[in-house]
């Protein structure tokens, strides 16, 4: 087992599942969230309540930002190799 | 001359390597994005093509770990590299022919490895490299996958559950647009290396590269073309097939599977672990669909993943043992891997004969 933990680059290994678990699920949240501004967006506006749809969108615009300088930053980061 | 004419044999063979790994890949890739409806079958599969290509650019350090981290550069030569990538044909198309589940990347390393411990023996295998950059991860990243997968289908169904499932639909398909495409684009990085990897390490085994010279241009831009060709012309085959193989799974778990498996392949690539992307891909989808309910995922695919663990690399270690074997009853030189090559060409054509007559391949997974 301890000659294992030699071999094994655990903290690369460690680093590639703990960057794995952030940016996979991160980015769905990030991209739930903005669906759900969208569609809360769509049902404030027809309910005639631009507060709630402003809300809404700010939320969007907020999450889609978020997804696409997630991916953007993993895709430099890669470059950058 | 006679170990130039061997260079040329190996970079061919890995090349046709790599086509048949985008060729069998393809599937993996686009399955998901069809299966959803977020693209036609005609866009998802020339979509794949171009990122694979584009992919395999984007970084190097997987073509590193198989040049220098799995077997002494300085020790094989052109013929090992040559009989390495033999057995992990032979072991591809074995697996291909009976339906047996397999993995290309983990039959390269495996023939390699197989065929310089035939040739030199077992000193000049890095076990350290091949235990922990090539075993471990290949154990690590599919579960990785399941568990990312399974953690986002759980938090978007959180998340959008009790908005209208029109727009929501359309919102992951519209998404899966994105993660698609970064799946295809992680698949060419990874994929795509690995014969970098192979080419540069026969390179450095002819004396045409100096052991540290990293991977020449042209040997990127080869493998990129010929994992992109391969994609192209595998989804063909996949858009007269697809209504009986893929899964049925809704835009969101469609999205939550491409994220997770395009995350993890990503991340890899990065530090340079060569990984089986079709496992890593299945993973996605297993904890995608997991996430939702349990017994709707199948877990016979599973099965296949350990079989294929189990199986590979010292079976592809074997069959290129062998194929060195072969090549050495001919001597040092070129005839060898010339004749080797030749019977190769032959005994391929024949299975995919036979196998054109008997019906459509079963997937070898």
Redesign the interface.
Same mark, same amino acid.
């Given at each position: 087992m301890a000659m294992?933990a030699t071999?094994?680059?655990s903290k690369?290994?460690l680093?590639?599942?703990a *960057?794995? *678990?952030v940016?996979? *699920?991160g980015?769905?949240?990030a991209?739930?969230?903005?669906?759900?501004g969208?569609?809360?967006f769509?049902d404030a506006r027809r309910a005639g309540a631009p507060l709630a749809a402003g809300a809404a969108a700010a939320l969007a615009v907020l999450a889609l930002a978020a997804?696409a300088a997630g991916?953007t930053a993993?895709?430099l980061?890669?470059?950058s190799? | 001359m006679g170990s130039d004419v061997v260079l040329v044999i190996v970079v061919a063979t890995a090349l046709a390597f790599d086509f048949t790994n985008g060729f069998h890949d393809t599937a993996n890739v686009v399955a998901t994005s069809i299966s959803t409806r977020a693209m036609s079958p005609r866009i998802a599969v020339g979509y794949a093509a171009i990122l694979n290509f584009v992919g395999a650019f984007?970084? @190097? +350090?997987v073509a590193a770990t198989v040049a220098e981290d799995v077997v002494e550069a300085g020790a094989v030569t052109p013929t090992i590299v040559f009989a390495g990538l033999i057995g992990a044909i032979a072991w591809n198309l074995i697996t291909w022919y009976y339906g047996l589940p397999s993995s290309s990347s983990h039959a390269l390393i495996g023939g390699v490895v197989g065929s310089t411990i035939a040739a030199v023996g077992t000193g000049a295998v890095l !076990?350290?490299g091949v &235990?922990? +950059?090539v075993l471990?991860?290949a154990v690590?990243?599919p579960i &990785? =996958?399941f %568990?990312? #997968?399974a953690? =986002?289908?759980l %938090?978007?169904y959180r998340?959008?559950g009790r908005?209208?499932p029109g727009?929501?639909s359309r #919102?992951?398909r519209l998404?899966q647009t &994105?993660?698609g495409g @970064?799946l295809a684009?992680a698949h060419g990085?990874n994929d795509a290396q690995k014969t970098m990897g192979v080419i540069t390490l026969a390179l450095v085994a002819n004396g045409t590269l100096s052991e540290n010279a990293g991977v020449p241009t042209w040997v990127v831009v080869s493998a990129a073309t010929a994992i992109a060709l391969g994609t192209y012309s595998g989804g063909w085959r996949i858009i007269r097939t697809m209504g009986t193989r893929i899964i049925k799974m809704d835009a %969101?778990q469609g999205?939550?599977a491409q994220? =997770?498996g %395009? =995350?993890?392949i990503?991340?890899?690539?990065? !530090?340079g !672990?060569p990984l089986s992307t079709t496992q890593v891909i299945s993973g996605g989808v297993m904890g995608a669909g997991a996430g939702k309910r349990v017994s709707a995922v199948r877990w016979g695919v599973a099965g296949n993943i350990v079989v294929a663990w189990l199986l590979t690399l010292p079976a592809a270690a074997g069959f290129g043992a062998a194929a060195y074997g072969v090549t050495r009853v001919f001597g040092t030189g070129a005839v060898g891997p010339v004749v080797v090559a030749a019977a190769a060409t032959i005994l391929i054509a024949t299975l995919f004969a036979r196998r054109a007559r008997q019906g459509a391949p079963v997937p070898a997974g």
């Open positions: 294992l071999i094994v680059d690369a290994l680093e590639t599942a *960057v794995a *678990v940016a996979g *699920v980015i769905t949240i991209f739930s969230f903005a669906i759900y969208v569609a809360r769509a997804c991916i993993a895709i980061v890669m470059i190799d | 984007i970084s @190097l +350090e !076990f350290d &235990v922990g +950059e471990i991860p690590v990243a &990785v =996958a %568990a990312v #997968g953690l =986002a289908i %938090a978007s998340i959008v908005q209208r727009p929501v #919102g992951y998404g &994105v993660t @970064l684009l990085t %969101a999205f939550s994220g =997770a %395009a =995350a993890v990503l991340s890899s690539s990065h !530090f !672990f």
